[in-house]
Structures are given as structure tokens and as C-alpha cells.
């Protein structure tokens, strides 16, 4: 598994077969889009699409992705992908355009820096036990929106960790439907479809507003007492530039609800996935319950616990690579630029997806099979093998935030339950820019240690 991007090594060119008249691959595509990009590998290290009126090349080889995420002053972050997301998103560090990236992205960091982790880790600990304190043996519950509301109480109370209506704000139903709406954009990229006024789109744009207010509500609040909270909302009104020139509040605004989408649907999905795949594979889970038994004698797992639950981690990290929750970005070419050998147009278009990295045999041998022990072997993947939070400048700011609380969310719920997947039911990835799985029912075991 070691790949190495050679500049005079002449990588694979194609056009991906199937295309219809006016439409092209756009159809295939939204009726089967896992499978449809996985697919493309087969045909080229560089495959070339038609989405109807639109041309994108999708990067399938890893040295190429490698170069693609690293060459940022190239290939920068925009796209049909992107440019979707930053409607809801706004000029976030997730969405904003180059030019913005690098002054967001030094104000942000130290909110993010590994000293604080803990501190953030702790308020994880307590909404996860808080949240899951209510469970009963034998219940069934719909996973994944259990999931997104256990996600979405860290995420807020992280963010605004002192705030004495955190509880009582409508957070939860603002993200749910927001994240919703972002991602039945991106997989429909009809030009004014969002702009009719259907009942899904009005209830985008209620939400949009409440977001808003509710935000707008809290940058006040928190201003107006001027004292640091020890959270990320203060750490984003604290934070200055090199001119020191602070955020305004319609950017602190945009990172908030940044931090609120993705930090929440990210985690949430993952956790979901981790269920099914425990109860698929018993001998795994059987495992998981005695490292955490050894570890956590049925208590909620803490930050400093973390280092001693190498297989919680691994299975984190093996969920990812099945199921990596952003399965496709794009990126737009600033200018005349050559990938692997080929000339691409400046303006145009490239998609990577994550999804199909990491479903290749030839870079995860078995790659359909969950098998958390692979990462004892392939603990540091080969640059661009392995991208579930990006890489080079614009990986993602909250990864090792996110792996924790996911860590923390496993070890906990796993160490007093078994979670079983309602059988006869597949559960299946929704169709979305996200790869959320669909709604699906478990039933709660209290774990008799």
C-alpha cells in the first residue's frame, strides 16, 4: 500500500461509458450513486463525466487525489458540490473559497488545538451519558435520529457550553431539516429547483432563519457579557487575525453553523454505521464488549480512557473507510493545469470520492469486509489511500474532535448495550451528499457484564 505521485508517470484517461443523449451520466448517477462513482475506477485513473450540462473529470487513482488535495493554490476548494453547500453553509471554513481559507483558517485553529480537547471531551462525556440516561432493556429506537440528537446535544453544548437556553433552543430540528435540504441540492443540481416553493423547500428555508436567529441570538448574548465561556463560540469572538481584526458576526455566524451542520451529521452517521457493522460481525463486538469491560467496568468512558481502547478506535476508523460520511467533493481548476499526465482546462470541474478510495481491493485487500485489525498493519495508509477528513490545507479542522466523540459515544453506549438492527430490514445509505444510512429501528439489550 505505498502510492507516490511520479509528474512523468502517464496515468489512465477515459470517458466513462453509458452516457444519454442531452442528460449523460446524470441519471445513472442519482439512481445508483455509490455505486455508479466506485464503478469508475475500472475505466481510468481519470475519468471524464457529463452531469448534463456539465463536464467533471473524477480523480480514481490516489496519487492523483494526493496531488489534487494538496496543490490547493491550483485546485481550489468550488465546484458543483461545493458551491451547493456554501447556500446553506455561508463563507465557513468548510465552504469559503481560497482567498478567504488560509486567515480563516489561523482564527480557528487554536479553538481546535490539542490542549483543548480535553476540556471539550469532558462536555462530550456528560451529554452522552445525559443523552442515553433515558434508555430502557428492550426498547426500539430509530438509530440514526438517535444518533443525530445525541450528536447535535455535544455539538451544541461545545459550542455553547455556559449558555442557560442551549437546551430549550430548537438547534436539533434546525440542523436535521438544513443538512437534509443541503444534501437533496447537491444530488439535484437543476438550476432554480430550490427556488419553488414545494414544502420540502419552504421548510429548508424556515429552518435556514431560525438558524440564523437563534445564532444571531447568542453572538448578542455572549458579546454583551464579554467573558470567555470556555467553548468554541467564545474561542470564534476571541479569535484575531494577523492585523488583529476579530471575526464579524455574520463570519462567526457562518462558522457556527458550519460547526453545527458537519460536526453533527458527520458523527451521527458514523455512529449509525458502527451498530450494523458490530452486529454483523458478533466475534468483533464480543471483543469490543471485553476491552471496554477490562477498561470501563460499565461506567461512561472518559477522555483519558481513550488511549487504553485501541480497538474502539480502530473500529472508528474502520467505519470511516466503509462509509465515509463526505463519499464525494469536487474541487475547480484555477487555471491551465496537467493531472497525470493530461491537460485540464482551467474552470473545470474534478470530483474525488472518498467512497471509491477506499472501496479498492488493490489498496484494502477485502475492502467490502469490516475488519478493525487491518489498521494494526496500516496504521499511516499511503498518502491519499485513506481520505475520510481530506488532506493538505484544508483537511478537516475538527478531525481529531470528531474521533474522539465517536470513540467516547462507542465506548460508552457499547459498555451497557447491545444495539441489534430490527432484522430483515438491509439497511441501506440514503441518496444524498452525505452517506447517511436511511432510517432504521434497533432494539436496546442492557448489557449483563
Known amino acids: ?90 463563507n465557513g471554513l468548510a465552504t469559503c473559497p481560497a482567498a478567504d481559507h488560509r486567515r480563516q483558517r489561523r482564527m480557528l485553529q487554536p479553538a481546535f488545538h490539542r490542549d483543548r480537547l480535553p476540556g471539550y471531551a ?32 455535544v455539538t451544541a453544548r461545545c459550542l455553547f457550553a455556559a449558555h442557560e437556553r442551549t437546551g430549550s433552543l430548537p438547534v436539533h430540528e434546525c440542523t436535521y431539516v438544513v443538512t437534509r435540504g443541503v444534501a437533496r441540492r447537491i444530488m439535484l443540481p437543476i438550476p432554480g429547483a430550490d427556488r419553488i416553493p414545494t414544502p420540502g423547500n419552504r ?19 455572549y458579546r454583551a457579557a464579554g467573558t470567555d465561556r470556555d467553548d468554541l463560540l467564545s474561542m470564534l469572538l476571541g479569535a484575531l487575525d494577523e492585523n488583529g481584526t476579530g471575526l464579524s458576526d455574520t463570519e462567526v455566524h457562518d462558522q457556527v453553523v458550519t460547526l453545527l451542520l458537519a460536526g453533527t451529521e458527520t458523527t451521527a452517521a ?44 480502530r473500529i472508528v476508523s474502520e467505519t470511516l473507510r466503509l462509509f465515509p460520511v463526505s463519499w464525494v467533493l469536487s474541487r475547480t481548476v484555477a487555471a491551465d493545469a496537467e493531472l497525470g499526465g493530461h491537460r485540464i482546462p ?35 495508509p499511503a498518502p491519499g489511500t485513506y481520505v475520510p477528513f481530506g488532506l493538505g490545507a484544508r483537511r478537516c479542522i475538527g478531525e481529531a474532535f470528531a474521533t474522539a466523540e465517536a470513540a467516547l459515544a462507542i465506548a460508552t453506549v457499547a459498555a451497557r448495550w447491545t444495539v441489534t438492527p430490527t432484522p430483515g430490514r438491509p439497511v441501506r445509505p440514503a441518496r444524498g451528499s452525505s452517506m447517511s444510512p436511511r432510517p432504521f429501528t434497533a432494539t436496546l439489550t442492557r448489557r449483563a457484564r
Open 270 to 313: 458514523t455512529l449509525s454505521w458502527a451498530w450494523t457493522l458490530l452486529a454483523a460481525n458478533p466475534a468483533i463486538r464480543d471483543r469490543l464488549h471485553a476491552e471496554l469491560d477490562t477498561v470501563l467496568d460499565g461506567r461512561p468512558a472518559r477522555y483519558e480512557d481513550l488511549p487504553a481502547l485501541p480497538l474502539t478506535a
Open 346 to 380: 482551467a474552470g473545470a470541474t474534478i470530483l474525488f470520492s472518498p467512497y471509491l478510495l477506499h472501496r479498492r481491493a488493490d489498496l484494502f485487500p477485502c475492502p467490502d469486509r469490516f475488519d478493525p485489525d487491518r489498521w494494526l498493519t496500516t496504521a499511516r
Open 1 to 90: 500500500m505505498t502510492t507516490q505521485y511520479h509528474p512523468t508517470a502517464r496515468y489512465t484517461s477515459a470517458t466513462a461509458p453509458g452516457a444519454l443523449p442531452l442528460l449523460g451520466h446524470a441519471p445513472a448517477f442519482v439512481r445508483r450513486p455509490y455505486g455508479f462513482i466506485a464503478g469508475l475506477a475500472a475505466h481510468g485513473d481519470l475519468v471524464r463525466l457529463r452531469l448534463g450540462p456539465l463536464d467533471a473529470y473524477v480523480a480514481c487513482h490516489p496519487d492523483l487525489v494526493h496531488r489534487l488535495l494538496t496543490e490547493d493554490h491550483t485546485y481550489h476548494k468550488g465546484g458543483v458540490v461545493i458551491d451547493k453547500a456554501r447556500e446553506a453553509f455561508g
Open 122 to 153: 469532558a462536555m462530550m462525556a456528560e451529554e452522552i451519558a445525559g443523552t442515553t440516561a433515558h434508555w430502557r432493556d428492550g426498547h426500539v429506537i430509530d438509530v440514526p435520529a438517535a444518533m443525530y440528537r445525541l450528536t447535535t446535544a
Open 203 to 221: 421548510r429548508f428555508r424556515r429552518a435556514e432563519r431560525n438558524l440564523r436567529e437563534i445564532t444571531k441570538r447568542l453572538i448578542s448574548d
